[in-house]
Every structure is written in C-alpha cells, then in structure tokens.
C-alpha cells in the first residue's frame, strides 16, 4: 500500500507546523499562578473589616435611640455598658485605619485594636443579654454576640 506522494506532502507539511506552532502556543500560554496564602488572608481580613466598618456606622445613635425606648430599663445598664457602643464605634474606626497596614496578620498595633474592639463589643453584648432591645437595633447587635 502506497501513499500518493499528494497526500504524504499534505501529511508532512501539516506536522512540520504541529511541530512550529505548538511549542509557541506552549510558550505563550499562561502559566499557572501559585496560590498565595498571606496575600488572601490579608485581603480576607480587610475585607472583613471594611464589612463590619460598614455595618457600624450608625450604630452609636442606633443603640441609644434602643435604649431611650421600652423594654430597655437605662437606669439597669452601668455607665460602662452605655457607653459601650460609643467605644466599639470608635474603636472599629480605629481598626479600619490599622487595617491597612501592609503587614496586618502579624501587626501588633491591628492586633492591640482587635482586642479593644473586642473588648468593647462585650460591653455591647452586655447590654443586649441583659435588655431585651427593639428588633431595630438587634438585628445589627447580634452581628456582635460574643460566644
């Protein structure tokens, strides 16, 4: 069995450019990125702490427009309660600019202001577990039970 010489030139030519064009498509193709761990973790904390930024905005005036409203007994709430979500508004602010830091997974100055603002979160959650607040204001005061 014989192959034209037709056919067997088509053949050839058609592997001579496979054999041009597939290491240029090897070449141009991307490679695969690897996956950097620190860099995600980074962006996931700012990411985090934009979102919680943004929820707390009003949340000062918020809780003590709640309060001001029955059931909410203010005289049953000590001083440092109510002012509680004064301290976890400012200090959430406070960990926003922290957050911008290039080094933020191992800053200690971000980590110090975490546990300010986790510290004033607790007193709001005081107030919450020992009040029961207008839905108005619960919604965003579960965002920060602590358990």
Same mark, same amino acid.
């Given at each position: 069995? *014989?192959?034209?010489a037709?056919?067997? =030139?088509?053949?050839v030519?058609?592997?001579?450019?496979?054999?041009? *064009?597939l290491?240029?498509?090897?070449?141009?193709?991307p490679?695969p990125q690897e996956f950097?761990?620190a860099?995600s973790?980074?962006d996931?904390?700012? &990411?985090?702490?934009?979102e919680?930024d943004?929820w *707390?905005? @009003?949340f000062?005036?918020?809780?003590?427009m709640a309060?001001?409203?029955?059931?909410v007994d203010?005289?049953?709430?000590t001083?440092?309660?109510k002012? /509680?979500?004064? %301290?976890l /508004?400012?200090s959430i602010k406070?960990?926003?600019a922290a957050?911008k830091?290039? @080094? =933020?997974l191992t $800053?200690a100055?971000?980590?110090g202001q975490l @546990?300010?603002t986790?510290?004033?979160a607790? %007193?709001? $959650?005081?107030? &919450? /577990?020992?009040q029961r607040f207008?839905?108005?204001?619960?919604?965003i005061?579960t965002?920060?039970a602590l *358990?």
């Open positions: 069995m *014989t192959i034209p037709r056919t067997y =030139v088509s053949y030519l058609m592997a001579c450019s496979l054999c041009v *064009t290491p240029q498509l090897a070449v141009s193709a490679l950097d761990q860099a973790a980074r996931y904390v700012r &990411f985090l702490v934009l919680l943004q *707390t905005k @009003d000062p005036l918020r809780f003590y309060a001001a409203q029955p059931p203010a005289s049953k709430l001083e440092e309660v002012g /509680g979500a004064d %301290q /508004g400012s406070q960990l926003s957050s830091a290039k @080094d =933020v $800053n100055a971000f980590r @546990d300010k986790l510290a004033a607790k %007193q709001v $959650n005081e107030a &919450f /577990g020992s207008p839905k108005a204001c619960g919604a005061g965002r920060f *358990t």
